[in-house]
């Protein structure tokens, strides 16, 4: 089974910079691929970006296109979205995601078996 605790959301006005992560536990060997989702407040989850850890390869929906980046620490089994230039409708609850029987890059909520319990963004001037 795999655990994962995401860490460093928080406020920051428009235009601004945040850093999240995602610390996986557990089997964290069978991870194929991982993910960030978001989901504002009355509006359905929303893909925000990917990465295969079999394949290298990322991915990013395209509201946030240009303006994030996902990367991977592997010796820590650690998972980051670098968020720059926010804007006001990027607020919401985060959530990164774990897939163990996925390998390639995935915006569909189902091919992830693992879920942490989300991380706040407020973007607000």
């Known amino acids: 089974q795999v655990h994962l605790i995401e860490s460093g959301g928080g406020s920051v006005q428009p235009g601004g910079s945040l850093r999240l992560s995602c610390t996986a536990s557990g089997r964290t060997f069978d991870i194929y691929s991982m993910g960030w989702f978001r989901q504002a407040p009355g509006k359905e989850r929303e893909y925000v970006a990917s990465?295969?850890?079999?394949?290298?390869?990322?991915a990013y929906g395209d509201s946030v296109k240009g303006r994030f980046t996902i990367s991977r620490d592997s010796t820590k089994d650690t998972m980051f979205l670098q968020m720059d230039n926010l804007k006001p409708e990027d607020t919401a609850v985060y959530f990164c995601?774990?897939?163990?029987?996925?390998?390639?890059?995935?915006?569909?909520?189902?091919?992830?078996?693992?879920w942490g319990q989300g991380t706040q963004v407020t973007v607000s001037t």
């Open positions: 990465i295969s850890r079999r394949l290298g390869g990322t």
């Open positions: 995601a774990a897939s163990t029987t996925t390998y390639y890059t995935s915006q569909t909520e189902s091919h992830y078996d693992a």
